[in-house]
Structures are given as structure tokens and as C-alpha cells.
């Protein structure tokens, strides 16, 4: 069974700095995909990034990036420049690339950046 | 715009009713997801679906039951609602292979009195 463990409940960040949100995973897969979603107030879930597992290079989006370690199950999300609208929950999630694939969840951050 | 679409925003429903909970893509996705979203729990799987007419059990299917008899819907049953239902359900719709892969719905807030 594969799943996603975030070990940070809740983390504040102040705006435009930078802060790093951990996840790490557990699969006896080789091909699967890794995403961070975020989840605001109005909780529609917003894909943020995606990463594939046959790249080594770390995926980036404008100010979001990824610190992939393949051999490590490790994950994480670097917000920079952090800005109020990044108030959210923020949740992990992996996927097998096979027919019958489930999408597996973390259980999420909350992250809060003070003004 | 592509879109999934979940029947209810709120719904309120008393114990032991059988309910409904309808999920609608316009993608073409093979695969689609019921989840459920309970504070400090994350987002937890209830059932999927790969295909029309099938469906696979998720990690927390007791108590509930799936339909796919069409590709684009996907329905969620619960067969005698109980009070430890009362959550918020999501549901989505995925095509590994696009540059969007996923889209959700935006959510059911489903409580049981």
C-alpha cells in the first residue's frame, strides 16, 4: 500500500519570505507522479505543481518549487516570497502511473503568512 | 473550461436515509475519485473508478457504495446514513497524460441529524 505522511500540522510564515512544507512517501512503485495541491477557505482544491518520477529535475512554478528525493521518499514544497493569498491549506498527494491507479493524499498543512 | 461538477454544495439528511451524491465530468477521464475531507484526517479515499461499471474500493468504503454507469458520472451512495458521515465530500476526475491532469469538484458539505 503506498502512502503520504506530512509531519507539519500547521506552519506560519512571514509575508515575502520563504518557507518549505514537507512530505514524504512510501511505495514499492518506480512510475508514479507527485502533486501539491492547495485548498483556500473557498476549498476548491487548485493544483500547484506536479513532479514525474522519471525526471530528476526538480519541477517549478513562478514562486513554487520542489525539492525531489527519489531515493529519500522526500517531497517538499518551497513557497518564496511568500504572499497573503498563499494562506491555505496544502496537501501532498502521489499516484501510481498503472491502470487502476489511486491518488493518495497526506493530511495536509495549514499554512498561515502574516502580514 | 474543463468541469466537474458535484450536485449539492450543502445538504442536510436524517439518519438512516439512503443518500446521493452525484459527480459529473465533461473530459472524457477514465478515472474518478470519491473522497472524503474530515479536519486533521486530510483527504481520504472512498472509492474510484477506472472505467464505466467499474469501481474499485478505496481506503474507507464502509458504509458506502458507487456507481459508474456512464463514463462521465460518477455517483456516491450512502445506503443508511449515519451521523459519523456528516463531512465534506470531494470529488475528481483524472487523465494522467494532460497538462491539467486533475480537476475537482467544489466539494459537498453533507451533514447527517
Known amino acids: 500500500a503506498q502512502t503520504v505522511t506530512q509531519s507539519q500540522p500547521e506552519m506560519s510564515v512571514q509575508e515575502a519570505e520563504t518557507v518549505t512544507l514537507s512530505c514524504t512517501y512510501d511505495?514499492?512503485?518506480?512510475?508514479?507522479?507527485l502533486f501539491w495541491y492547495k485548498q483556500p477557505p473557498s476549498r476548491q482544491m487548485i493544483l500547484v505543481i506536479r513532479q514525474e518520477a522519471y525526471k530528476q529535475q526538480n519541477a517549478t512554478e513562478n514562486r513554487f518549487s520542489v525539492n525531489f528525493q527519489k531515493a529519500a521518499k522526500s517531497f517538499s514544497l518551497k513557497i518564496s516570497d511568500s504572499q497573503l493569498g498563499d494562506t491555505a491549506m496544502y496537501f501532498c498527494a502521489f499516484i501510481n502511473n498503472n491502470a487502476g491507479n489511486m491518488l493518495t493524499f497526506g493530511g495536509g498543512t495549514r499554512l498561515m503568512v502574516k502580514p | 473550461d474543463v468541469k466537474v461538477t458535484q450536485s449539492s454544495r450543502y445538504l442536510v439528511k436524517r439518519t438512516g436515509e439512503k443518500v446521493f451524491l452525484e459527480c459529473v465530468q465533461d473530459?472524457?477521464?477514465?478515472?474518478m475519485f470519491w473522497y472524503r475531507q474530515d479536519p486533521g484526517l486530510g483527504l481520504r479515499l472512498i472509492y474510484f473508478s477506472y472505467d464505466v461499471k467499474m469501481k474499485e474500493k478505496g481506503d474507507i468504503p464502509e458504509g458506502y457504495s458507487v456507481s459508474r454507469e456512464k463514463k462521465e458520472r460518477f455517483s456516491l451512495i450512502l445506503e443508511s446514513a449515519s451521523t459519523n458521515q456528516t463531512s465534506m465530500y470531494l470529488c475528481a476526475s483524472i487523465d494522467l497524460y494532460s497538462n491539467q491532469p486533475q480537476h475537482f469538484g467544489d466539494g459537498t458539505r453533507l451533514s447527517i441529524l
Open positions: 511505495t514499492s512503485e518506480n512510475n508514479y507522479y
Open positions: 473530459m472524457d477521464h477514465e478515472n
